[in-house]
C-alpha cells in the first residue's frame, strides 16, 4: 500500500511514515487506557494541504479528513469521494450561517455547532433537505472571551434544546482547550458533560495533546500537523 503510495507523488513518504506513525501512537494511547484502537476515530486534518499532499493519506487507507472551512472543503473533496466512496468529511472550524446549505450538502460530520443561531439555522436547512451530517457541541471551555463554543454554564441548556426541540443529531462534544493551559482539566470536563447527557462521541486532542485525549476518552482525534507537516 505505502509503495503504491508514493509512486503517485516523489513527496509522499513523509505523510505515509508520519500517518503510520500517529496511528501507532493512538494504538498505543488505547492500550494505555484498556481501550480498543477502533474505538478512536483519526481525522486526518488536511486544511491549506494540497490535494497531491493529501493523495498518500489516501493510498495509505486514511479515509477521514477534516477541513476547517467550507470552501475549501468544496474545492477540494467532492472528486475524490467520486474515486473514495468511503470517504467520511469532517467541518472542522466556524461555520458561518450563509454557508449551512453547503456544509450539509458536502460534510458527514460538524465538530463546530458553537451558538444558538447556527442550530436554528441548521436545523431549517435539514427540514428543507432531509439530510443532517453529525453534530458535536463545541464547548468553550476555558472561557475564552476570543474563542468560539457554547460557555460551560449555558452548555446543558443547549444540548437540550438542540436535541429536544430541534431534533438534530446531536452525537457528541468538542473543545479545543486553552494554549497556555494544561489541557488534561478540559477534556476530563468535556467528558463529564458529554456523560450527564448520555453523548458517546469526544472530538478533542490535536497534534500536541491527542494521547491526553485518549486517556480522557477522545472518540475523534483532529490530527493535522503530525501527519501532514507544519503549515506554511
Ligand atoms: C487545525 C486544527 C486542528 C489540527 O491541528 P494540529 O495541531 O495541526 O494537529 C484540529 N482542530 C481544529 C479545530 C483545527 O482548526
Known sequence: MAETAMSLNAGA????????????????????????????????????????????????????????????????????????????????????????????????CLHSLDRPKLAEAIAAERDRVQRCPKLFIQVNTGEEPQKAGIGPRETDAFIDDCRKRLGLPIVGLMCIPPHDDEPAPHFALLREMARRHGLAALSMGMTADFEIAIGFGATHVRVGSAIFGARG
Open 13 to 108: 513518504a513523509p505523510v505515509v511514515e508520519n500517518l503510520a506513525a500517529v496511528r501507532a501512537r493512538i494504538t498505543a494511547a488505547c492500550a494505555e487506557t484498556g481501550r480498543r484502537a477502533e474505538s478512536v476515530c483519526l481525522v486526518a486534518v488536511s486544511k491549506t494541504i494540497a490535494i497531491e499532499a493529501i493523495m498518500p493519506a489516501l493510498g495509505a487507507g486514511q479515509r477521514a479528513f477534516g477541513e476547517n472551512r467550507v470552501q475549501e472543503l468544496i474545492a477540494k473533496w467532492p472528486p475524490l469521494r467520486e474515486r473514495f466512496p468511503d470517504l467520511e468529511l469532517h467541518l472542522i472550524g466556524a461555520l458561518q450561517t450563509n454557508k449551512v446549505r453547503e456544509a450539509l450538502a458536502h460534510a458527514d
